[in-house]
């Protein structure tokens, strides 16, 4: 007969797992069919902007209306419903995620990284500004995130090398790249999918969200280069100092990865697509039907370079790379199914009148600035931006039509809070996966990031001031 005992010092603890975004989301759509229940319906009056050719909810014409709860039939279509309605967004991602699927395995980024740290060698602080510029640019225009990833084992060698800490390495990598994913003004999964669901033209108000990443990456920069001389100085006000952790980096990352002269080929091909991006996007209004076919061209193109003519090879590794965002892709359908209960029970005004109503006292740049912060906090729950956008981007743009701020203030709001706020958000995956890698305790990390996202939040307030003062439109 087996015995259980425990010692009088044992003791059994209750561990406590934070959901997922899955199963948080998923929980979400119950929440809200049972809110359809309580929550009286009601509605706005909607008509035509002759000016914009959009349709926007018309001001103090709200009325309540005869409930319509969301049943158990309802809960489970949702999700069925929420997938087709978003399965325009949902292809487009998927068809990124192939292409940089395609990009990261020829491994001409990473060879270009590595002769840039060999150049620089000796010039450390340059090194710092050139790397995270270059990843702010791939965050600002490719929408770059989880692709990075790669880098940081490369990074952190070189880092470790000039005398610097772990801290630096994945602050060059992750905070360089959400510099420009923040603010980017063509980044195609944050502001390209929230100006789609807002109803602006895509990738409008290039201007002043230009403005906003240069700012941005300058803060960044700073911030980094900052620590990184004082680490350099004195060992011993690094952060991680004391640390037992020791990481093992191999330099011989940096020696093993040469610039081809098929690597050159396709950095050439990077860079005019992205021109060509631009160019389409500002002369012909490019959509999200032409970004796609723009980046297959170019993922085929890099395939055939990369993998020598075979077509078969960037086939597989073109699906590896969408089978990558395939969660984030159902994310974006669970997130629109909340959508679809809302518009069902009839509640989604309800809540915009809600919220808009105290915002409607404040003056504009007070309420632009609640909906930053409010972004912010509900990035901690919904940590993924196609996802987040989802959910928040309709109730947003309706409330900014309510309360008379331009829908362009309500999608940088969201597009800052979620992206600057990424930096302290332990759900968010691809920080705690560059953490890992270097081995950096969340803890630790806080005290870097913590007064960046602070001077970042700052910095998105003004221009967010200056968006309301000169009511940001396209430009």
Known sequence: MEKHSKGKNEKRKLKLKAPTTTALLMFIIVLVALLTYIVPAGQYERAMDDETGRELIVADSFSYTESSPVGPGGVLSSVFNGIVGAAEIIAFVLIVGGVFGVIVKSGAINAALARLIHRLKG??????????TAFAIGGATFGMAEETLPFVAIVLAATIAMGYDRIVAVSIVVVGVYAGYSAGPLNP?????????????????????????????IIA??????????????????LLSGETVEVETDVTLLDNLTMTKQHKAIMIILG?????LVFGVLKYGWYLGEISALMLLMGIIVGLIAFNGSFNQFTDEFMKGAAELTAAALIIGLS????????????????????????????????????YISQGLI????????GQAAVVMPIMSSIS???GINRQIAVQAFQSGDGYWNMITPTHPV?????GIAAVPFGKWIRFAGPLVLKWTIWTMIILAIGVWIDWGPF
């Open 123 to 132: 010039r450390e602080s340059l090194f710092i500004v050139i790397a995270m």
């Open 189 to 217: 999964f944050n502001v390209g999918i929230a100006q789609a669901i807002a109803g602006l033209p895509l990738f409008s108000g290039i201007g002043l969200r230009t403005i906003l990443m240069i700012g941005g990456l």
């Open 221 to 238: 920069i700073h911030h980094t280069l900052r620590y990184a001389k004082k680490v350099k100085l004195n060992p011993k006000t690094s």
């Open 272 to 276: 005019l697509s992205l021109v060509s």
């Open 336 to 371: 629109r199914a909340i959508l679809v209960v809302m518009e069902e029970g009839q509640i989604i005004d309800t809540f915009v009148y809600a919220v808009s109503t105290p915002l409607a006292g404040l003056h504009s740049v007070f309420a632009a600035w609640g909906m």
């Open 379 to 386: 990035n901690f729950v919904i940590p993924s931006s196609t």
């Open 401 to 403: 039509d309510v309360i």
């Open 431 to 435: 920080l705690m996966a560059a953490l």
